[in-house]
């Protein structure tokens, strides 16, 4: 029997990944979303469709990856992998040649993890903009 995608984990994992913590996927999810409601969340093995298309928009990743990502199929394909690898090539570890730049995607994760970071802020300054006019003057 194949196992289960677990989707909160699987949220978790790309929160991680991309460096950024529940409070600020809270944030970014919205008045009604709190570290803890993030926290619990990240506990359940299915996420109802509405939440899975928030949390992906706010992560900047598709859906699918949520939905489809399994770690260990993942471990299974890299083990498999670098093992053929080191059949044909004799070893692997030195002669590996990614078909991408590690540190391009590394950079791309890094702008697209600044760039949330100031749509986040732009949105608090829209926030505390509203709040002061809120405010009676004196």
Known sequence: ???????????????????????????????????????????????????????????????????????????????NTVNNNDHATGNSLFNYQPIFNPIDKIVQLHEEKIQLYERMLREKEDMINKLEKLLPQN
């Not at 289960?4 to 809270?26: S, W």
């Open 1 to 79: 029997m194949e196992p289960k995608i677990h989707e909160g984990k699987n949220v978790k994992r790309f929160r991680e990944m991309l460096g950024i913590k529940q409070e600020a996927l809270a944030q970014e999810l919205g008045e009604d979303w709190t570290q803890k409601k993030v926290s619990l969340m990240e506990q359940k093995a299915v996420l109802e469709p509405e939440v899975l298309y928030k949390v992906s928009k706010a992560l900047n990743i598709p859906d699918m990856a949520i939905k489809n990502f399994d770690e260990e199929k993942a471990i299974t394909i890299i083990a």
